[in-house]
């Protein structure tokens, strides 16, 4: 089987040095932050078209919020719920911050988060899946939630993220307005090319730094360094590794690189020929070398993977090893499968989504 995958991203993202300012940007107010993105969300839960892919939940995380939230290190937080008990195996009890509002000044209740899990598990909502493991949810009162799992589960914390909450009242409208607890608000969206939050007042925690993060959808990484130097946004993300030696040493520009929770993999199509024969799979998967993919399409900012999370995952597993490449046995494989003189595939993938992707594509194809 094709247990591994071929890395784990690192990501850089360019800052402009607040201290020193850069070319333009004295003219910028001061309560705004702009970023330069390589590419826009997929949408704003839970309307159509909205995809469930990482960035396009990290920016909805601001907007609306769970029970529970993860940290900058992936650790379980408190969210809308303060703390929370479990009784027994399949019940979870978990007790709502008193006080909370969401952005349009309403008061949240246990019914609100009641309606909002019952929805995102009966509708095809992108977060239903994570969910799929609860038999009921019903208020205890006006401050407490008791949610029931249909066999023991303890892993539901670490999906209540997921479980993102908005006023029941809200739900049966179409679309559903961007109503949540986060700390900012959707102010605007111009899909393709920028998108606005704007702090929500009413948020339960410290006021967010900026009163208004603008996010301009820049697909190419030589525009979104122009903007950093020209004073016309602050940070852009995806920098292009072979820029970031000339940037580090710009006076006015920080460069933060670091492991992402993106991890690349194949996908392959297991029901019909040549997948179907786990040989084929095997043989893929012993072909490609990790490291060397990394080095030759990453410049070795990649980390090789073992399984489909990182490590700061929860569910990591440690003793699952990298798989270390052997295409002497990769060929022999094929051959017991029939394929003695090796076969065709075409290898899909993205196009400009992620950094080097067309150069991960052509590097596995390569090594293939």
Same mark, same amino acid.
């Given at each position: 089987?094709?247990?591994?995958?071929?890395?784990?991203?690192?990501?850089?993202?360019?800052?402009?040095?607040?201290?020193?300012?850069?070319?333009?940007?004295?003219?910028?107010?001061?309560?705004?932050?702009?970023?330069?993105?390589?590419?826009?969300?997929?949408?704003?839960?839970?309307?159509?078209?909205?995809?469930?892919?990482?960035?396009?939940?990290?920016?909805?995380?601001?907007?609306?919020?769970?029970?529970?939230?993860?940290?900058?290190?992936?650790?379980?937080?408190?969210?809308?719920? !303060?703390?929370?008990?479990?009784?027994?195996?399949?019940?979870?009890?978990?007790?709502?911050?008193?006080?909370?509002?969401?952005?349009?000044?309403?008061?949240?209740? /246990?019914?609100?988060?009641?309606?909002?899990?019952?929805?995102?598990?009966?509708?095809?909502?992108?977060?239903?899946?994570?969910?799929? /493991?609860?038999?009921?949810?019903?208020?205890?009162?006006?401050?407490?939630?008791? +949610?029931?799992?249909?066999?023991?589960?303890? +892993?539901?914390?670490?999906?209540? &993220?997921?479980?993102?909450?908005?006023?029941?009242?809200?739900? !049966?409208?179409?679309?559903? &307005?961007?109503?949540?607890?986060?700390?900012?608000?959707?102010?605007?969206?111009? &899909?393709?090319?920028?998108?606005?939050?704007?702090?929500?007042?009413?948020?339960?925690?410290?006021?967010?730094?900026?009163?208004? *993060?603008?996010?301009?959808?820049?697909?190419?990484?030589?525009?979104?360094?122009?903007?950093?130097?020209?004073?016309?946004?602050?940070?852009?993300?995806?920098?292009?590794? !072979?820029?970031?030696?000339?940037?580090?040493?710009?006076?006015?520009?920080?460069?933060?690189?670091?492991?992402?929770?993106?991890?690349?993999?194949?996908?392959?199509?297991?029901?019909?020929?040549?997948?179907?024969?786990?040989?084929?799979?095997?043989?893929?998967?012993?072909?490609?070398?990790?490291?060397?993919?990394?080095?030759?399409?990453?410049?070795?900012?990649?980390?090789?993977?073992?399984?489909?999370?990182?490590?700061?995952?929860?569910?990591?597993?440690?003793? +699952?090893?990298?798989?270390?490449?052997?295409?002497?046995?990769?060929?022999?494989?094929?051959?017991?499968?029939?394929?003695?003189?090796?076969?065709? *595939?075409?290898?899909?993938?993205?196009?400009?989504?992620?950094?080097?992707?067309? !150069?991960?594509?052509?590097?596995?194809?390569?090594?293939?």
């Amino acid at each position: 089987m094709l247990t591994g995958s071929p890395s784990r991203h690192a990501a850089a993202w360019l800052l402009a040095a607040s201290a020193l300012g850069c070319a333009g940007d004295a003219g910028r107010a001061p309560d705004v932050l702009t970023l330069a993105v390589r590419a826009d969300v997929t949408g704003f839960f839970p309307n159509p078209p909205i995809n469930n892919e990482n960035y396009t939940m990290q920016v909805n995380w601001n907007l609306l919020e769970g029970l529970v939230r993860f940290d900058s290190k992936l650790d379980l937080q408190p969210a809308i719920a !303060e703390y929370w008990e479990t009784p027994d195996d399949r019940t979870y009890v978990l007790h709502l911050r008193r006080g909370l509002r969401f952005s349009d000044g309403s008061a949240l209740t /246990a019914e609100d988060v009641v309606a909002s899990l019952d929805a995102a598990r009966r509708r095809q909502w992108v977060t239903r899946d994570y969910l799929q /493991a609860i038999e009921s949810v019903r208020a205890a009162g006006d401050g407490s939630v008791v +949610i029931r799992t249909r066999f023991p589960y303890p +892993i539901l914390l670490f999906k209540l &993220p997921w479980g993102l909450v908005l006023p029941a009242r809200a739900l !049966e409208n179409d679309p559903v &307005p961007m109503v949540g607890t986060g700390p900012y608000t959707l102010d605007s969206w111009q &899909p393709g090319r920028e998108f606005v939050l704007a702090r929500n007042p009413h948020y339960r925690g410290p006021a967010p730094a900026f009163g208004r *993060v603008r996010f301009v959808v820049v697909p190419a990484a030589a525009d979104r360094i122009r903007m950093l130097e020209a004073g016309e946004a602050q940070i852009a993300d995806q920098v292009p590794f !072979e820029e970031l030696e000339r940037l580090r040493s710009h006076p006015g520009l920080r460069v933060f690189a670091g492991p992402t929770l993106r991890v690349l993999y194949l996908g392959l199509r297991v029901d019909r020929k040549p997948f179907s024969d786990p040989r084929v799979r095997e043989a893929v998967d012993l072909a490609i070398d990790r490291p060397e993919l990394s080095r030759r399409a990453l410049q070795g900012l990649a980390e090789p993977a073992s399984q489909l999370v990182p490590v700061s995952v929860f569910g990591f597993n440690p003793r +699952i090893p990298v798989t270390e490449p052997d295409r002497a046995r990769a060929r022999r494989l094929l051959a017991e499968a029939g394929y003695p003189e090796g076969l065709e *595939v075409r290898l899909d993938g993205p196009y400009n989504r992620y950094v080097n992707d067309r !150069e991960i594509l052509a590097e596995v194809a390569s090594q293939l």
